[in-house]
């Protein structure tokens, strides 16, 4: 996608972290800005900062978990703006419960964890990719995943990443089919420094897990986020991977060697490379890699 002024980007989860910096970012570059999110009370705070910036924007409360909802956050936006020309399916949820194995992890978390990265991103696909075509004119579909979908490990949150990753290579192959101008691409970020350690915030009550929290590997996570990346670095990084049509985007580079262990594995045919998400967030902080 090559012009922006005028055009009109929605996105999820824009209330906080990377989608608030998405959001700003847009704005900044003269879009209209929809911005979707579960959290009023933030939503409102973030729609005020973004048209402070000066553009035209509006919030819109939202559960990317279901269908209806995002269908409805589609026909708010075409009734406000006419045209969507940015889709940014980004809201995102972790689970922090104890589990040795999968096995021990209940319903509830599968609902609730593959319902906002997998769903929702399927949702905003299904909702807005039709009329981004029939409109014509250029445009770009962006999922937020990150690196847990292209990494083993990571546990429910790693499965409904490496879902969405494959959800999106799809789209982008049937975008390319059709010789659409709708570009495509994949934010696969490791750690940034937001409030996704807080997810169970936004987490229905009817899905409560019956599994404890991980209070160490919480509070690991925790410190690690807080040396991660910023957002706003994130959103300068992917608003040229727009730019310049680039499908992978991977801010991160310090975990290229364990990206070509996994494929060397796979290709070695033998077992995966250990992946411990405790361990990794110790050796994370005693390494002190700020790059994480
Ligand atoms: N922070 C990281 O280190 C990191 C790394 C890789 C990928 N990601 C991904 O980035 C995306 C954004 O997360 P973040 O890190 O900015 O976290 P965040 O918690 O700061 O922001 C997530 C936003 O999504 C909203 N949200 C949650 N559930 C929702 C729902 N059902 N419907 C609508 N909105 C909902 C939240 O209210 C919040 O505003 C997520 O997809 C996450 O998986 C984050």
Redesign the pocket.
């Known amino acids: 996608m090559k012009d922006f002024k005028g055009k009109t980007a929605v996105i ?2 824009a ?5 608030y910096a998405l959001a700003e970012k847009f704005a900044n570059e003269g879009m209209n800005i929809v911005l ?4 009023q009370d ?1 939503l409102d705070i973030a729609v005020k900062k973004i048209s402070d910036i000066g553009v035209e924007s509006c919030g819109i409360n ?4 279901h269908k209806d909802s995002v269908d409805h956050l589609f026909n708010e936006s075409v009734k406000a703006f006419s045209k969507i020309h940015i889709l940014c399916n ?5 689970s922090t419960v104890v589990a040795d194995g999968i096995w021990e992890l209940d319903e509830k978390d599968w609902d609730w964890v593959l319902g ?2 997998f769903y ?1 991103t399927l949702y905003g696909i299904q909702s807005f990719v039709p009329h981004m075509i029939n409109h014509k004119e250029e445009g770009h579909v962006l999922n ?1 995943i ?3 979908g292209i990494l083993p490990g990571e546990a429910i949150y790693g499965v409904s990443k490496h879902a969405a990753l494959a959800l999106s290579e799809s789209l982008w192959q049937g975008l390319k089919n059709i010789k659409s101008n709708i570009g495509a691409s994949v934010l696969c ?4 420094n ?3 350690i ?2 169970n915030r ?1 987490r229905p009550d009817h899905l409560s897990s019956s599994n404890k929290t991980n209070f160490i590997l919480k509070k690991l996570a925790s410190s690690v ?1 807080k040396r ?1 990346k910023e ?1 706003n670095e994130i959103a300068d990084t992917t608003f040229d991977a727009i730019k310049q049509n680039h499908f992978y985007i991977l801010p991160h580079t310090s975990y290229d060697d364990m990206i070509k262990e996994r494929f060397s594995r796979i290709l070695s045919r033998t077992e995966p490379q250990s992946a411990d998400m405790q361990e990794i967030l110790k050796g994370t902080l005693m390494g002190n890699k700020g790059e994480w």
């Open positions: 999820t989860g209330a906080s972290g990377i989608g979707a999110d579960i959290e933030a939202i559960d990317v978990m980004n809201a995102g949820v972790a906002v990265n929702g937020t990150s690196l847990a970020p490791g750690f940034v937001t409030n996704i807080e997810s936004n986020l991660g957002p």
